[in-house]
């Protein structure tokens, strides 16, 4: 039980696999590095098996929109329980026509993981045994995450938007005030006064009591 | 007779065909959480497709529209038992990336509220497990101890579930003058008790059979602390 930091196993996997591992970069806070889109299984595969590395759990699986550069990263965390280290790594991807392949012959966790990010960013993840919506439901429009949605109004007519509580409660407020502001009518004044009224002016009347 | 004619739900035309029924998330051991559609012949549960997205809050989303600090109180709902780690969790990582340092005093109080919080959400945990096996004492016991927390963080935050304590930087506010003296005899009343022992003697009493929870849960060597 050996734990290697991020640049040992950056190193291995250069070694390895050349051109398809770029570069660590040195990202604000914590260091990750690219792997290529079209070698990420065999990677993956190799990060599991690799007794030195024994990436054993597949930490996390998420995305990032980044609609200025036409790019959506997938991200994959990976840690190791028998070495106790860790690995960040980013994939990209084409913003128009995401498509990955899937991880989850390597790590059964990878299931949940991607149908989240496709149901979230709308990443397709080429090979997945159940690639349907998993949060949201099968006939959302959209992906939520993306930097550039924009709510569609509602769900199945339920509406999304509603009056301000506070609108509501003043109303009321203002109406209470003005009935104990005016003092009480007997009935019968009432009625012969209605009874003077033409019929377009009585309405609002009758409603704001 | 044989057996299988005896079950109940078999009868009439298509007996023995698989029925597919609805389990959640309304019924009592789902508490709305999350839906099964079960596909059960009889008694036995070929396969049970979850729906998960009832519990979905779009925390993630409601992250991008509001402000650094104003998120804080969204991370109190991540985990309401605990929902002091999600504060220091949430806090660690803007400080992160901000390059921030938390000046000592609420370094201490940081640790200080999440340790409590820590005590509060085991006792529930130890509690309800050994409910869950069929000991219903220790549950109350560990509640009445997790009050006294509640009253400890409630002095010292405002509130007794929902905390909203941590800030990027630091806490909130700082502990009264008598908050210490008053945890520190909190301290000494649970330690007296030694609850998570009487929890585990209890749960090889009530039944006799403390195996069940021994025996649970293999696991691989490397996954051992």
């Known amino acids: 039980m050996t734990a290697l930091s991020f640049e040992q196993v950056h190193q291995k996997l250069s070694a390895r696999f050349g051109d398809a591992i770029g570069p660590i970069q040195p990202a604000k806070k914590d260091a990750f590095c690219t792997f290529a889109a079209a070698r990420l299984v065999e990677i993956c595969r190799f990060l599991k098996a690799e007794p030195d590395l024994w990436f054993d759990f597949l930490e996390d699986l998420t995305a990032t929109d980044h609609p200025k550069q036409n790019l959506i990263k997938v991200v994959y965390h990976f840690y190791s329980y028998r070495h106790r280290h860790l690995f960040i790594a980013k994939v990209e991807v084409n913003r128009q026509d995401p498509e990955v392949d899937t991880v989850e012959s390597v790590w059964k966790a990878a299931n949940w993981m991607e149908r989240e990010v496709f149901d979230l960013f709308g990443v397709r993840f080429k090979g997945h045994s159940d690639m349907r919506r998993v949060l949201l439901p099968d006939d959302w429009v959209g992906s939520p995450l993306r930097k550039d949605y924009s709510e569609a109004g509602g769900y199945r007519d339920i509406s999304n938007v509603r009056d301000n509580p506070l609108d509501l409660y003043l109303t009321m407020d203002r109406q209470l005030k003005a009935e104990q502001a005016t003092p009480e009518i007997p009935a019968d004044a009432k009625l012969a006064a209605d009874a003077k009224l033409p019929a377009a002016e009585k309405a609002p009347a009758k409603s704001g009591a | ?225």
């Open chain 2, 1 to 225: 007779m044989a057996l299988d004619q005896l079950v109940m739900t078999k009868f009439g035309e298509g007996a023995g065909e698989e029925m597919i029924l609805n389990m959640g998330p309304q019924h009592p051991s789902t508490h709305g959480v999350i839906n099964f559609v079960v596909h059960a012949d009889g008694e036995v549960m070929h396969k049970a497709v979850p729906q998960v997205g009832y519990l979905h809050r779009a925390i993630e989303k409601i992250g991008e529209m509001v402000t650094y600090p104003g998120f804080m109180p969204y991370t109190d709902r991540i985990d309401y038992l605990a929902a002091m780690f999600a504060n220091e969790g949430y806090a660690l990582a803007v400080e992160k990336l901000l390059g921030v340092e938390v000046p000592a005093p609420a370094q201490y109080l940081r640790a200080i509220s999440c340790e409590l919080n820590r005590i509060a959400s085991h006792l529930i945990s130890l509690g309800s497990m050994a409910m869950d096996i069929g000991a219903v004492t220790p549950f109350p016991y560990a509640l009445r101890e997790r009050e006294s927390i509640n009253d400890l963080l409630e002095a010292l935050c405002g509130a007794r579930l929902t905390y909203n304590y941590h800030r990027i930087g630091g806490v909130a506010f700082g502990m009264a003058d008598d908050w210490a003296p008053l945890c520190r005899k909190w301290l000494d009343h649970f330690l007296q008790r030694d609850l998570h022992r009487a929890i585990v003697r209890t749960r090889g009493d009530s039944r006799g059979d403390g195996d069940r929870l021994r025996a649970g849960g293999p696991q691989p060597a490397c996954f051992r602390i």
